[in-house]
């Protein structure tokens, strides 16, 4: 590993090697494991260090003075006397998965059994730090250094039997090889063919979570095109739309969930003018999301209608409140895919309309207060009242309060001769 774990800079890494030199001198074996492994090989920065130990549970909470179970039905523990919190698992093999989630039973054992029951070779990876020799700090069982090195991603073992065990390994298996430009193994491209209706047992919880973290991340488009090749689509989204991957091309590499979603959509088909309601409930249902995600589509799906279809008969207090709405730059993001010279224009006059009349959203000149100061009791009058003088403000015809004051008792004036 060219000294790659000693030259690792990290709090928590530092956190881990603690624990492994706990548990060796206590007699145990205990390793650096899976995903912190797979990244650093494959040149990515470990996000967290799990360690694999042949110290049981209970042996772990002796060693330790914070200590905390989250599957003890799995072996898996929390360290955190060092300043960060470590996970550390002892090492087992898995029964059956009669849920296709879980195994219904575990038994501790060695790590070659320990590796020979995860997913991909390539998170079956072991990593001693403190070992003398460089050339013996990897542990390897399963052929992952092989598979790292011709990026590969392969299943451990049979991979018909790593999908009846967890039917969510496809997902996972697009978002790895998309993330980490890994080009997956035929005889785990075919298991996931095989199996793709499958998914559509597991819970839209962790599909939605798998795809959430599909689309956040800059290699999104990569892994759309391998949910349509492997044929996982319609088991997501409950048909088989191929996707088109123009629009979503173009997105930046950091972007909020619901515009990944809305280029999406559109990637399956979506076109302005659809439902747009209809098509958020469909991807709430499917991926689980949230109300903030879903209002978030259909704000994104709403702004780009009226960018598109309503934009040139609006008035400048319209244009200013439509530029000012929450996922209209988002919105103005897909147009720009979509019609790019259409959205060129836009941008081009909402720099316009920032310069005219303190920009897109100055501060009220009077307020709700104001109104009661001249004696004009609250009720749904007042937001008519106060969107009338806002309005009158943005287009430069209001510019001072006692304006503002003016304008509101002329139209109190000419409601009451009606």
Known sequence: MNGSWAHF????????????????????????????????????????????????????????????SVGAAFGVMLVRDFGQTIEVATFRSDGVYSDARRPDSIEYSSPKEDAQRRDFTINALFVDPLADDEAHQIIDFVGGQADVKARMLRAVGNPEDRLKEDHLRALRAVRFAARYGLEIEQGTKEAIRAHARAL??????????EVRKMLLHPSRVRACVLIDELELDDAIFGNEQSFEP???????????????????????GFTIGDDAQTVCIGYRRALDLSNADRDGMRGIFECLEMLTNRWGAMSESERKRLANRDWAREALVILEAIEPARASAIRSQIEHLESRFGGLCPEPLISGADLIELGIAPGPAYKAILDAVYDEQLEGRIQ???????????????????
Request: aromatic share 6%; glycine share 6%.
């Open 9 to 68: 800079e990290s709090a928590e890494y530092a956190a881990a090697l603690k624990v492994i030199e706990a548990l060796k001198s206590n007699g145990h074996r205990a390793y650096l494991a899976g995903g912190c492994v797979r990244d650093l090989l494959l040149g990515e920065e470990p996000k967290d260090f799990d360690v694999a130990t042949d110290a049981r549970p209970e042996q772990i909470s002796a060693y330790f003075r914070k200590t905390a």
């Open 200 to 209: 559509t047992g597991v819970s839209i919880e962790r599909i939605g979570e």
């Open 246 to 268: 123009s629009v979503m091309k173009t997105l930046p590499e950091s972007v909020a969930y619901p515009l990944a979603l809305v280029a999406l959509a559109i990637g399956r």
């Open 400 to 418: 001072t309060q006692p304006q503002a004051i003016s304008f509101v008792e002329e139209q109190v004036s000419r409601q009451k001769t009606q």
